[in-house]
């Protein structure tokens, strides 16, 4: 019997779209349709190539993200498919993950296929229930679509099923929002992913952000604090700043990110963390096909980093997670104290922005909204913290201060 090995979750990155929406700054392209086979050929040759490296690890999740995965058609995600599982030691009860948008999902038949070869987590694109905001975003479906691919994906087996939606669209109001939350739990999804938009610099909707009549930083912790409040209402649970969901219905793939576990990206654009080392690739389709055909995928970013100084990853990332931070786990992780961050949390909980439950501290959703500057100052608390121990260290003093 095989000793498992350590787990590995796989990003599998598709970057075709049938057309680009106004708000995405994702690596994906519109009118490329052409380059699907070269393209999905160098993903399994890639995903062969880097296979021995993983031979001391048991792949738990694989996740199909994009763009929209569901675009590249059966044949060529079930030969993706068939590749993961031959190359690489795949857990039995691995979560895998296809994104799909609506109006690309509805044939039942497509999905029990893919279903059958192991995908068993859907997530869905829906983003609103409403036509003229869906319209004002670029997006190519309907609410109806939206319904027919829940019904196909039920009736293709799956009982893992996500939807994402985005609040803060352009002239939504907090009536419209909870009616497009209703919607969406109407559908008694396992899981919900609720973002607030984000104008990113270089989109079609930040060239009119100025007229595209934005609702104010106010109005979005509204509808914010209301999502919060209703799904759980509704017996979703938040564990991370934008997710929800049923309970032991989390994405555990995910949650690989937030929890500083290890995965490994394919296709323009991915990020890895693997074997100690942070990488991503190019953003570019045709540079990454040639770059696998010449067995060197150009990176864009690099970095090996050492266990003990990923201290800082672990404060920004556990602070987006309900499940927080671990005073006792970040000492033994880190061989440092925890308690130079307790007067601000205790700032923080004074202020309603943090609460300590069972020995850990996480954010309320009072402090998911205003998180960042939360994040940043728990940083620069850590940063003068290490300084401090330096300091310290270079004079002879190695005693182990608070």
């Not at 086979?37 to 694989?62: I, K, N």
Request: charged share 25%; proline share 5%; glycine share 8%.
């Amino acid at each position: 019997m095989k000793t498992p090995g350590k787990p590995l979750g796989l990003y599998i990155h598709i970057p075709f779209c049938k057309q680009k929406c106004a708000y995405c700054d994702f690596y994906s392209l519109a009118g490329s349709e052409s380059r699907m086979d070269d393209y999905t050929a160098a993903l399994c040759a890639h995903l062969l190539e880097t296979a021995p490296f993983a031979a001391g690890h048991t792949v738990d999740t694989v996740y199909f993200g994009g763009g929209t995965p569901s675009y590249l058609g059966k044949e060529r995600l079930l030969k993706l498919l068939k590749t993961v599982f031959k190359a690489y030691r795949v857990s039995k009860n691995a979560e895998v993950t296809l994104e799909a948008n609506p109006d690309s999902a509805g044939d039942w038949k497509i999905l029990k296929a893919l279903h059958k070869v192991g995908v068993n987590r859907l997530s869905l694109g829906m983003q609103s229930a409403c036509a003229a905001e869906l319209a004002e975003i670029g997006r190519i479906h309907t609410m109806e679509q939206v319904r027919a691919a829940v019904e196909a994906a039920r009736r293709a087996g799956f009982d893992n099923l996500s939807l994402d939606l985005i609040y803060g669209l352009p002239h939504q109001t907090l009536d419209r929002w909870q009616e497009n939350l209703a919607a969406a739990v109407e559908l008694a999804p396992e899981h919900l992913s609720c973002y607030g938009l984000k104008v990113e610099e270089g989109t079609p909707l930040f060239a009119r952000r100025e007229t595209a009549g934005m609702p104010g930083d106010d109005e979005q912790a509204a509808m914010y604090l209301h999502t919060v409040d209703y799904l759980a209402r509704h017996g979703y649970r938040q564990y991370e700043i934008s997710n929800f969901a049923l309970p032991d219905r989390e994405s555990r793939h995910n949650l690989k990110y937030w929890l500083l576990e290890e995965y490994a990206g394919f296709g323009p654009g991915a990020h890895s963390d693997f074997g100690g080392v942070r990488y991503a690739y190019e953003k570019d389709l045709e540079d990454y096909i040639q770059g696998v055909k010449n067995g060197s995928p150009l990176l864009s970013e690099s970095e090996r980093i050492p266990p003990l100084d990923r201290d800082t990853e672990w404060i920004m990332l556990g602070l987006r997670t309900v499940r927080g931070l671990d005073p006792r786990e970040f000492e033994s992780r880190f061989r440092r104290r925890f308690t130079c961050f307790l007067p601000f949390l205790a700032q923080c909980r004074e202020a309603g922005y943090a609460v300590q439950e069972d020995g850990r501290w996480h954010l309320t959703p009072q402090g998911f909204l205003v998180s960042n500057p939360i994040i940043g100052e728990m940083l620069d608390v850590l940063a003068e913290d290490k300084r401090r121990r330096a300091e310290a260290a270079a004079k002879g003093d190695f005693r182990i201060t608070p």
